[in-house]
């Protein structure tokens, strides 16, 4: 099996934590995650004051349920990473998208630009499709999409605006995914939506199914005339398998993607066929789950993360080379997960597996020298947390 319980194995080491300082000022920039809780999820807002460094973070209710998708092996519910995804919440100008797994829908949130913690709901809405578990949204067409992976999934989008938040979620682009409601994983589940630079297409993730000999694809649907195309491109690069999360490198048709099976690859996309292909597969040394990924705009690099290794490896883009690997374990996190780059600092989610608390660390990019290691226990935040997203 590609996945196993040792992908989060408890740590053994004690937790430092950093302590959160309120400012007396508002603040116009802050990273949001989602608690996941299964009874009452919530937006934690939590605000970037100028110094980089993180301040106490607020909660905001979804109106929704988290949820926890099932081990493949034992068939009960896994947390940490219960959604499986990286962008479980998504930014977009002024507002913010959440997705709600157990009651099959999306919140909307416009963010106030002077208070980026101060966040007004507009809604919960139903989208199509069972169990949510990533989310993008485009300003330029003014389009949300979600992802769905339990027993009925695919993709459906909606339109939203500034007076009336999000409209109805239109039909589901279906992916053909065998599964359940939980889905059991972390093979065969959906990883990551998320529209490209240009926004004119919007690509999803997809894991292989080892069990039924299914691979790994990338599904590229066009956008034209301010919707999203219900027929995709599907493709299987050479050298991937467990298809995870990814983000674009800055003006080009490229992607750094993470796939536990071997580490990450460079991927490009044919924005003529919509074909996406395999630049160069990266193995990285020691790795167990590597899982999300984000490019740091202050280094001109890649950082993955490992769920069950405590470290931060940075990779080149333009041939995919190891640059630098960060130890974290001094922090005591069970592993790192969803992460965000702001200007020169990186912003890493470690839920904790129920022994650790749930926690952001903060880390100066360009020395990979941890800054801050703040808490979000006292926030009634649980191993549950997951996805990341920043205002600024």
Known sequence: MLFSDKFFLSSAFLLTVGDAR???????????VQ???NDHNSIVAIPIQSNGTLGAG??????GKGGNHLDSMTLQPVAPDGLLSQSAVAVAGNFLFATNAMTNSASMYRINPENATDLSLYGEYPVKGTFPNTVAASLKHNIACVATTGQTNGISCANFDERHGLGTFDALRPLGLNQSTPPVGPPNTVSQVAF????????????????TNKPGFVAVYRVEGKRVSHDAVRSSPAGTAILFGFDQIPHTNKFIVTDPSIGAAILNLNTKTSDVSTIKAINITG???TCWTTISPATGTAFVTDGAVDRLVEIGLNDGGIVNIYDLIANGNSGLFDLRAVGEFLYVLAPGKGTTMPSVTVVKAKAGKVVQHLSLAGLGVTNNVQG?????
Request: proline share 5%.
């Open 388 to 392: 990341m997203a920043f205002y600024r």
């Open 35 to 37: 608690t996941n809780a």
């Open 196 to 211: 490209t630079e240009n926004e004119d297409f919007l690509v999803v993730t997809v894991k292989a199914d080892p069990l």
């Open 58 to 63: 607020v909660l905001h209710s979804t109106g």
């Open 287 to 289: 790795q167990a789950a």
């Open 22 to 32: 309120p400012t007396d000022e508002c603040s116009k920039s802050a990273i949001y």
